[in-house]
């Protein structure tokens, strides 16, 4: 049972540099969702999606693009990356179509560094 | 809209004692609630989760929580500490989105 899985699991990046964090979950779930985690602040909604090809802002969405073509994955594109953005970043998904139902599967997480 | 406060960043107790983890939440909806544990270097994973049944919710690992309505409180309990439950929890509110606390951090001392 593969359930979330998150790749790269660390990353390094210059300011400036574009990159993609990798999400893909094996369980059929219509909700994914993108977090980040920073220290005193708890978890904080970038991105999600409730069905392929149908995705919504979060709570802190600027700086990242996502995209759902299939309902497998959800990748999360930094487009130009800023120190502001170093924080570990963690995918969920739910079978239920909204969150507050159901309970939210997550990844091991992607601890990003900007310099 | 929601908001939802851990009232203690840290707590420490000794492995067969007691552990209360504090949350206090706001919301305009009747709202779920949840509580997720964190192992270091780990994703998260659900300890429970109240969705206006019962008040008292038992978990994973011998923890529950009593949802109090009239406190707007969600506190997470547990009768005796064990060296493995040293973990960050996060208490969660969602009525039309989640929102989550900042988290406390469970330092349990042999």
């Known amino acids: 049972n593969a359930g979330v899985t998150q790749t790269p699991k660390f990353q390094v990046l210059k300011t400036g540099q574009s990159m993609t964090l990798q999400c893909a979950q094996d369980m059929n779930h219509e909700y994914m969702s993108w977090y980040r985690q920073d220290p005193g602040m708890g978890l904080r909604l970038i991105h999600y999606?409730?069905?392929?090809?149908?995705?919504d802002q979060g709570e802190v969405p600027n700086g990242y693009n996502v995209s759902r073509s299939t309902t497998e994955d959800f990748p999360l594109r930094l487009l130009s990356a800023a120190p502001s953005q170093t924080s570990v970043y963690f995918c969920a998904s739910s079978y239920s179509r909204t969150s507050n139902t159901g309970e939210l599967f997550f990844g091991e997480g992607s601890r990003l560094t900007v310099l | 809209a929601q908001s939802v406060t851990q009232l203690d960043s840290h707590v420490s107790v000794s492995e067969g004692t007691p552990v209360l983890l504090r949350c206090n939440y706001s919301?305009?909806?009747?709202?779920?609630l949840f509580w997720y544990v964190q192992h270091p270097n780990k994703g998260l994973q659900l300890l429970l989760k109240y969705t206006s049944a019962a008040t008292l919710v038992k978990g994973i690992n011998g923890f529950e929580a009593e949802f109090k309505k009239s406190e707007t409180s969600f506190h997470l309990t547990k009768p005796s500490a064990h060296m493995s439950d040293a973990a960050e929890y996060f208490c969660v509110v969602s009525a039309n989105d989640m929102r989550f606390g900042a988290g406390t951090r469970l330092t349990v001392k042999p």
């Open positions: 919301s305009s909806y009747s709202p779920s």
């Open positions: 999606s409730v069905g392929a090809g149908i995705t």
